[in-house]
Structure formats: structure tokens, C-alpha cells
């Protein structure tokens, strides 16, 4: 077994929470190495390249509202880049499509009544403003335990629940309102009232990729054991292109998904490891359909409805996302499968998942079976947190108990919901400490 004993803060994990807080540990003069399992930076900021087209298949968009990601850009000469997404969604109800702006305050799909019970939502979260950190989870302790679909149901209707609450829930976490907490609706209700989009034309994986450059990063390097003596990290095992290495330090960032924590941290207790096993992420699989030509119409997403039978929550063309990442100009359909259907479809065959996009794009775009040129499937098994009933008070007891371990440190998208920004944000407060 290879020994290194240098005592540089151990980094698991090259996805933007690795990465950043490589960053900004490096600024603070610390000496880092970060060890990454796959062969890749970005972790869940993906790309798929084909010819010169560039297709986000993970995460697709900042928010304007965010801070520390926007610094990080400009650091590293990106913010200029910046674009903003500009075009209208369209809501598909009974084959009519109805075009919903960012700004919509009627939505026309569903019948005035009901826009007006969907102001209740908005006016328990306007409420709350003040207490909604879209990027942090302060405890909401009221709303934490309500069941949002229930929920939906008893203060709205059905009409509330499948034409505005589920579109967005699938938008934003690829998921289903069933189970998931009303608390995360209120964060997400007031990310999106406060802020629009914005992408990097060459792609998000450019962020990643900028940062990975000027740091250490090895590559195919599997983190399988953290070692923690008398509550003091003190070391980490890990296989390295297929060679076992023990890394002696006293400090190590974790910058993986929760349930990976479980997996390398045999010091947990059952109770601590049980919230790590279940905290949930969505799983979907992802079809990309190149197409021969622009399709018709001017919208960037068509959004599906579940009392329709489809199974995909809704499709998305990245050449209307961004003009100059497919400069041919030519459709990229994305359909996106979300919750309980996601998770049926994420492990079966290729075809299995290609022929049912196919049957289902066809409802929509009749001609779209002949204007596919080539398709590709890009599985997510870690998509985003999802934050069901129950969750909020054990993972809240979990963060705070794990501190009694010295010289450990979690950076990830728990601490919030599911975006760029709260991972960033954790990783400056753990390069701050
Ligand atoms: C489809 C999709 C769309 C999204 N859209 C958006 C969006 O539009 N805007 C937004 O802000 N956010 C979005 N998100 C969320 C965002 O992508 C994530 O919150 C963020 O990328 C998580 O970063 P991370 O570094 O914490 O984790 P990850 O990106 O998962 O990185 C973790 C890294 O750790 C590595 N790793 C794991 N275990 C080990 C181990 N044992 N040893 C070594 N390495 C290990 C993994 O290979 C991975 O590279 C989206 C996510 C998905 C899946």
C-alpha cells in the first residue's frame, strides 16, 4: 500500500462542491488535493457533445439571484458570458398549448377559481418571505411535515395540483408533489418569483472545467473509507486506478451526495446513517433526440400533463435554450421523465425508454418521427434532493451531530434545494471556517 504523508486537506470529489471549496481553500492558502471517482470534473453538470453541438444533459441554468456562484464566474472570467433564457414555456392541456412568461400572473389553463386558490400558496410563501432562503434551509417547522399534494388538494384543487404544482415540482427537482414537503414548495415558490435565468453558451460545464484546470485533481480515484480515530479524522483509503492508497490527513471536505457519505464514513451511528440512506434523490432517465431540422414554433419547453397519460414530464429543445450552442440551428429535443415514471424507466434498455419518447413526442409534434437524424440516453441516478415529509428535522440533527467529528466537513446541495448556489454557498462557508 502507497503512503503519502503530506497533510493537505483531502477533497472527495470533483463536482462543483469539490471544486469550489478546492477554490477557496486554495485562496485561503491551504494546500488541497481532491480525489474524484469518475474521469471528469462537473460530477452533475453535464455535457453531451455532438459535432459542434453542445447539450446540457445536468444541470441547465443559474438563477440571477445567486451570489456566490455569480462571484465565483466573475473570478474566473465568466460572468460575462453570461446569457439570459429568454424563450416562453408552453403548457400542454387537451393537444392546445398554452405559452407561460416568466412573469405570468394568470395562467390560462386552468380556470380563474382556481388561479385564485393558487394565490393562497404564493401568499403563505410572500408570508414567509423574510424566513425563505432558497439557498439554505432555516427550519420551517409548520410546514415541514404537510404533504404538498395533500395539501394542494385541500386549500386548492386538482386543477392546482396537475397544471401548475406538478409542472413545476418536475421542473425543479424532477419529481412528484406526492410526499415531498410543503416546506420545499415555499423555497422553490420564492426562487422563482425572485429571479430569471442565465447559461454559459459553451455550456455550464465550462464553470467546472475553468475551475478543475489550475487545481489538483486526480482523476478514477474512488474515496472508500474515511478513517476517524477519537473523533479526529485521520486519514482516507482510497483505490486509484485499481492501487489501494492510504492518505494520511486531518482534514477532508466531502463534497459528494449524502448517501455517499454513508457509504465511506463507518464511524456513523444507525441513526445518523439512516438519514443518509433516506434522504432521497430523484432518478430519471434523460433522452436527447437530435433532430434534421428547427421545429415549428416558438417556445423552449413543452410541459406535459400526467391526467394526460404521458409518462415524460416535459421536453425541452436546446437549440431555443441557446442559439450558439447548436449552431446548425437544428431542434435538440431533451425529454425529461420525472418522478415515479422516472424511476421506473431509469434503469431499462435504451429502446425501451427511446420508443416510448417517440410515442409520446408524436402527441405532440405529429411529423417529429421523421425528423430524428440520432438519439442518445444519459441516465441520472443522483438527480436532485428531494425533501419529503420527515426529512427536514433528521437531517438538521444529522449536520449538527456529525460536527463532534474533527476535521470533517460536508459541502453539498442538502443544505439547500438542488441548485448550484447552495453548494457553492456551503463551500465558501466551510473555506471561511
Ligand atoms: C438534471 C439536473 C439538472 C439540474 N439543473 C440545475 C440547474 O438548472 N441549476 C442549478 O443550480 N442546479 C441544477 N441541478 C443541481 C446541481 O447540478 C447540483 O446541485 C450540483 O451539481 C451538485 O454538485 P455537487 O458537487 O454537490 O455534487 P455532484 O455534482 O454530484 O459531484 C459529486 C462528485 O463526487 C464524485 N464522487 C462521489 N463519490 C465519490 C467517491 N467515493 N470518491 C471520489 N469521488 C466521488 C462524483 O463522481 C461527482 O463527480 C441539476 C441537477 C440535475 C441532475
Not at 460572468?79 to 433564457?85: A, S, V
Not at 395533500?150 to 419529481?175: G, H, M, T
Not at 440516453?377 to 425533501?387: A, D, E, K, L, N
Not at 419529503?388 to 434545494?417: A, T
Given at each position: 500500500m502507497h503512503m503519502e504523508q503530506a497533510q493537505k486537506i483531502v477533497i472527495v470529489g470533483a463536482g462543483i462542491g469539490g471544486l469550489a471549496s478546492g477554490y477557496f481553500l486554495r485562496e485561503a492558502g491551504r494546500d488541497i488535493a481532491i480525489y474524484e471517482r469518475s474521469d471528469v470534473p462537473g460530477g452533475r453538470i453535464k455535457v453531451l457533445q455532438k459535432g459542434d453541438s453542445i447539450v446540457d444533459v445536468g444541470t441547465q441554468y443559474f438563477h440571477t439571484n445567486y451570489v456566490e456562484t455569480y462571484k465565483l464566474l466573475e473570478a474566473l472570467g465568466?460572468?460575462?458570458?453570461?446569457?439570459?433564457?429568454?424563450?416562453?414555456?408552453?403548457l400542454m392541456r387537451n393537444g392546445r398549448g398554452y405559452l407561460v412568461k416568466h412573469n405570468t400572473i394568470r395562467y390560462r389553463m386552468i380556470p380563474l377559481g382556481s388561479n385564485l386558490k393558487f394565490g393562497r400558496i404564493i401568499l403563505t410563501a410572500l408570508r414567509n418571505f423574510g424566513r425563505l432562503d432558497p439557498y439554505y434551509n432555516g427550519p420551517l417547522e409548520?410546514?415541514?411535515?404537510?404533504?404538498?399534494?395533500?395539501?394542494?388538494?385541500?386549500?386548492?384543487?386538482?386543477?392546482?395540483?396537475?397544471?401548475?404544482?406538478?409542472?413545476?415540482?418536475?421542473?425543479?427537482?424532477?419529481?412528484?408533489?406526492?410526499?415531498?414537503?410543503?416546506?420545499?414548495?415555499?423555497?422553490?415558490?420564492?426562487?422563482f418569483l425572485t429571479s430569471s435565468d442565465t447559461c454559459l453558451p459553451t455550456g455550464?460545464?465550462?464553470?467546472?472545467?475553468?475551475?478543475?484546470?489550475?487545481?489538483?485533481?486526480?482523476?478514477?480515484?474512488?474515496?472508500?473509507e474515511i478513517e476517524v480515530k477519537a473523533n479526529q479524522v485521520?486519514?482516507?483509503?482510497?483505490?486509484?486506478?485499481?492501487?489501494?492508497?492510504?492518505v494520511q490527513t486531518n482534514a477532508i471536505v466531502c463534497a459528494t451526495p449524502l448517501k455517499e457519505v454513508g457509504r465511506f464514513l463507518p464511524v456513523l451511528t444507525d441513526e445518523e446513517r439512516s438519514v443518509t440512506r433516506d434522504f432521497k434523490y430523484s432518478q430519471f432517465p434523460l433522452a436527447v433526440f437530435f433532430m434534421k431540422r428547427r421545429l415549428p414554433g416558438n417556445q423552449w419547453a413543452y410541459v406535459f400533463s400526467r391526467t394526460e397519460n404521458f409518462k415524460a414530464a416535459y421536453t425541452s429543445d436546446a437549440s431555443f435554450k441557446c442559439t450558439?450552442?447548436?449552431p446548425s440551428g437544428k431542434s435538440v429535443m431533451q425529454v425529461w421523465f420525472a418522478g415515479e415514471a422516472g424511476e421506473q424507466l431509469v434503469d431499462e434498455p435504451d429502446d425501451v425508454i427511446i420508443q416510448l419518447a417517440r410515442r409520446e413526442m408524436k402527441r405532440v409534434i405529429p411529423e417529429f418521427e421523421n425528423e430524428i437524424e440520432s438519439?442518445?440516453?444519459?441516465?441520472?441516478?443522483?438527480?436532485?434532493?428531494?425533501?419529503?415529509?420527515?426529512?427536514?428535522?433528521?437531517?438538521?440533527?444529522?449536520?449538527?451531530?456529525?460536527?463532534?467529528?474533527?476535521?470533517?466537513?460536508?459541502?453539498?446541495?442538502?443544505?439547500?434545494?438542488?441548485?448550484?448556489?447552495?453548494?457553492v454557498r456551503s463551500a465558501r462557508r466551510m473555506g471561511m471556517g
Open positions: 465568466l460572468k460575462d458570458q453570461l446569457l439570459p433564457i429568454r424563450p416562453p414555456v408552453q409548520e410546514f415541514e411535515d404537510i404533504d404538498l399534494a395533500q395539501y394542494v388538494l385541500q386549500k386548492c384543487d386538482k386543477e392546482v395540483l396537475e397544471f401548475l404544482v406538478r409542472p413545476i415540482i418536475s421542473a425543479f427537482n424532477l419529481s412528484d408533489p406526492e410526499g415531498e414537503s410543503l416546506a420545499h414548495f415555499l423555497y422553490i415558490t420564492k426562487q455550464m460545464i465550462t464553470l467546472p472545467k475553468k475551475l478543475a484546470e489550475s487545481l489538483p485533481v486526480t482523476y478514477n480515484a474512488e474515496v472508500e485521520t486519514g482516507v483509503r482510497l483505490k486509484v486506478g485499481g492501487e489501494s492508497r492510504r450558439q450552442m447548436v438519439v442518445e440516453i444519459v441516465r441520472h441516478h443522483t438527480g436532485m434532493p428531494r425533501y419529503m415529509v420527515g426529512i427536514y428535522p433528521r437531517l438538521r440533527k444529522f449536520l449538527k451531530s456529525v460536527e463532534r467529528i474533527k476535521g470533517l466537513y460536508l459541502v453539498g446541495d442538502y443544505y439547500g434545494h438542488s441548485t448550484l448556489e447552495t453548494v
